[in-house]
Structures are given as structure tokens and as C-alpha cells.
């Protein structure tokens, strides 16, 4: 006579106790299981550092947005203030009592 399987309903409890680990087709496929569970935890690794990455870079780029903003401003501003016209305005409200070369320089050869 034919063998006859029985049916099991399957229910949280079944499932939460651990009977369906006793299952056939659970034991027969335990390495598969457990290597497509250990490649859904690499994966979800994996998306996880490439977004704190990506965040990371973004960051970054806004700092360096702010530092290239800053730099430009601050050589500006230098230049600015080292006009000859510039110098000698700073130099009266020091008051030191230098004054414009009335000679030209002229070069020292070898």
C-alpha cells in the first residue's frame, strides 16, 4: 500500500517552538540556508557602510565648498590691502613716518 504523508498546518507556534527545523526539507537544505542568510547579512553590511560612506562624502564636499569660499575671500582681501595706495593709507594711520622713494630702484649686476 502507498505511503501517506501527513500534512501539517503550519502555525506561529510551530514555528517559533522550532518544529520547522525538524522539517525535511529544512534539514536537507541547512548549508544553503545558511550561506544565502550569511549573503543577506553582507549585503545589508555592505548597503549600510556605502551610505555612511556617501554621507561622508557629502559632508566633505559642503566643508570643502566653505573652505574654497573662504580662501578666495581671505586672497581678496589680501590683495586689496597690498596696493601701494592701500599701504600708504595704512602706513598714516600708524603713524609711522615713512615715506615714497623719490629714486627709482635700479638692479645690481654680478
Known amino acids: 500500500m502507498g505511503e501517506t504523508k501527513k500534512k501539517k498546518r503550519i502555525s506561529w507556534?510551530?514555528?517559533?517552538?522550532?518544529?520547522?527545523?525538524?522539517?525535511d526539507f529544512i534539514v536537507k537544505h541547512t548549508n544553503m540556508?545558511?550561506?544565502?542568510?550569511?549573503?543577506?547579512?553582507?549585503?545589508?553590511?555592505?548597503r549600510y557602510s556605502c551610505?555612511?560612506?556617501?554621507?561622508?562624502?557629502?559632508?566633505?564636499?559642503?566643508?570643502?565648498?566653505?573652505?574654497?569660499?573662504?580662501a578666495l575671500s581671505t586672497s581678496a582681501q589680501l590683495t586689496?590691502?597690498?596696493?601701494p595706495s592701500q599701504v600708504e593709507e595704512l602706513v598714516k594711520r600708524q603713524?609711522?613716518?615713512l615715506e615714497k622713494s623719490k629714486t627709482p630702484p635700479y638692479k645690481l649686476r654680478k
Open 80 to 83: 586689496g590691502n597690498t596696493r
Open 13 to 23: 507556534m510551530y514555528i517559533l517552538g522550532g518544529g520547522i527545523l525538524k522539517e
Open 33 to 46: 540556508i545558511v550561506l544565502i542568510v550569511f549573503l543577506l547579512f553582507g549585503y545589508i553590511s555592505n
Open 95 to 97: 603713524g609711522l613716518e
Open 51 to 70: 551610505i555612511m560612506m556617501l554621507r561622508e562624502i557629502d559632508r566633505l564636499q559642503e566643508q570643502l565648498k566653505d573652505v574654497k569660499f573662504e
